[in-house]
């Protein structure tokens, strides 16, 4: 049930750009993305809660086809500072209001 | 502002010892609240989730305990260490069910 995360690491230079997925095999109706770096406790980015939204914080943003039950993190003109391990949390209907988190993307930043 | 507290910041502890970690919310009232565990290097795992005073949900069989017995308080508590219970404990809440959760500073646990 755990909900898989692609890709698992990814190396960007500042000002490129990244997508990490998030999959899962259960029907949504939530997704939360994290940032947690090395550490430290995670830190809340966005909430998706209903399919086909979309939301944007800066340069990131992120998207959730409830459909296809997954969710994309956009990260655009990356900087030093996004890097970290990304998580997603997943909310399933048959699952109350517990999160499953996936396994994490560690995104690394490079000048 | 709403704030979250956890201590001990780190732990050292042998195995077969007690355990208590604690977690305490300021500024909101009957928050949800949360323990996971994370694994060097892995995931987070949920432990165990409350809604309300004395209510807890356990998700994964182990010989952890927790108990809620004021509000804003969470406690995490073992009889026994075990090697395997070494982590990075952070104790999370919510205002709602799907609303999103906010992370405490963690404990860093090391059972030698």
């Known amino acids: 049930q755990q909900p898989v995360q692609s890709p698992q690491a990814v190396i960007l230079r500042e000002g490129e750009d990244a997508v990490i997925n998030c999959s899962s095999s259960?029907?949504?109706?939530?997704v939360h993305w994290y940032r947690q770096k090395h550490g430290e406790a995670p830190v809340f980015l966005m909430i998706?809660?209903?399919?086909?939204e979309q939301k944007g914080h800066e340069k990131i943003s992120a998207s959730f086809n409830e459909k296809k039950q997954q969710s994309s993190l956009y990260l655009t003109a990356s900087q030093l500072s996004y890097s970290g391990t990304y998580f997603c949390g997943t909310g399933n209907y048959n699952q109350g209001g517990k999160l499953i988190f996936g396994q994490g993307t560690e995104l690394s930043v490079k000048p | 502002s709403q704030t979250i507290h956890q201590w001990p910041a780190t732990l050292v502890q042998p195995v077969g010892s007690p355990l208590s970690l604690e977690c305490t919310v300021e500024?909101?009232?009957?928050?949800?609240l949360y323990w996971y565990r994370q694994a060097a290097g892995r995931g987070l795992q949920l432990l165990f989730y409350s809604v309300g005073i004395g209510q807890i949900s356990s998700e994964v069989p182990q010989n952890l305990s927790a108990s809620r017995p004021q509000d804003r308080q969470f406690i995490l508590s073992s009889k026994k260490l075990l090697l395997s219970d070494s982590g990075f404990y952070l104790c999370a809440w919510s205002v709602a069910t799907r609303s999103e959760q906010y992370f405490g500073p963690g404990t860093r646990l090391t059972v030698t």
């Open positions: 998706l809660l209903k399919g086909g």
């Open positions: 259960k029907a949504l109706y939530s």
């Open positions: 500024g909101t009232s009957n928050p949800n």
